[in-house]
């Protein structure tokens, strides 16, 4: 569970001191972790993916902790490097764009006989339609949809407009109910 | 079917007690390892400072061929003064009976016969 007592300035100061620099992490790991497993999880689907990729990130965060110079959140420096970690796991896994080949209802298909996932065939095929928007829709999809994030904490993580993200949100809805729609 | 409908279904299960794991294995996999800084400041010589060096033994060594190829001529050059030294010249005159042809053949040191 993330500490309650968190205290965001703090952190950053004693981040930047090598004695205090291990514990504060730590406490980082703790706050953070959850969150970012979860926007990890959403882009990827698979428990054993995100869980690598969510290590990759605290692990990256730790070994650039010096270039981190607090000008922007902690939360916004470790979406970025999970953002950056699930798009490269994305291309080199070749599955970051579901091709028009992909013969409808396979994600969902695939998804069902996770064991991580325990949802019905609409839920399954839902997943789908995400999984089938482009790679920076499906983020803002998902930052919007799932983490309820609001668009200016979106747009400075993202380095987007907030205007060109609620463009992108409603597209994405249009796309997914489209896609449901034909699935009726 | 509509978006909103799927919106408080939480579909995508984790295995038991997995985040109070993720945070030991996280932190024992980050804070045991060195940040990027660490090993910067332990680097003696770098490529710059081996391509600088280089440079410099290069210089160094181009600079001191063209000293001794200098220096060469420099000894012939003291030679051929020692040849013609006015002391050396008097003294013959004085001391030496010779005529002007043998003197003149000594100046240009060409052959008397």
């Known amino acids: ?184 | 079917m509509k978006i909103e409908d799927f919106k408080n279904k939480n579909t995508l299960n984790i295995p038991e007690d997995y985040f109070e794991t993720l945070h030991s294995k996280i932190v024992s996999k980050s804070c045991n390892s060195k940040t990027t800084a660490t090993p910067k400041r332990k680097r003696v010589l770098g490529w710059k400072s081996i391509g600088y060096a280089a440079s410099i033994a290069i210089v160094v060594f181009i600079g001191g061929f063209i000293y001794n190829s200098n220096s060469g001529n420099s000894h012939e050059i003291v030679a051929n003064e020692e040849f013609y030294d006015k002391d050396y010249i008097e003294n013959m005159l004085n001391n030496y009976p010779i005529d002007d042809y043998t003197f003149y053949c000594y100046l240009t040191n060409t052959n008397m016969n």
Do not use: C
């Open chain 1, 1 to 184: 569970m993330a500490e309650s007592n968190y205290n965001e300035k703090m952190i950053t100061m004693q981040l930047k001191d090598e004695n205090l620099r291990s514990a504060a992490f730590s406490i980082v790991v703790k706050q953070y972790s959850q969150k970012i497993y979860w926007h990890i999880r959403h882009m990827v689907l698979s428990h054993e993916d995100a869980d690598d990729i969510v290590q990759d990130t605290f692990v990256k965060a730790w070994a650039n902790i010096d270039k981190f110079r607090g000008d922007s959140l902690i939360s916004t420096w470790l979406y970025r490097i999970a953002i950056n970690e699930t798009l490269n796991f994305l291309s080199k896994n070749r599955i970051s764009t579901v091709s028009i080949e992909t013969s409808e209802g396979a994600i969902a298909k695939q998804l069902e006989s996770d064991v991580h996932f325990n949802g019905d065939r609409a839920d399954a095929l839902f997943r789908e339609a995400i999984q089938r928007l482009p790679e920076k829709q499906r983020l803002v999809f998902n930052m919007k949809y799932f983490e309820e994030m609001k668009y200016e904490e979106i747009s400075e993580i993202l380095d987007t407009s907030v205007g060109a993200l609620k463009a992108s949100y409603h597209i994405a809805v249009k796309k997914i109910e489209d896609f449901l729609s034909n699935k009726d």
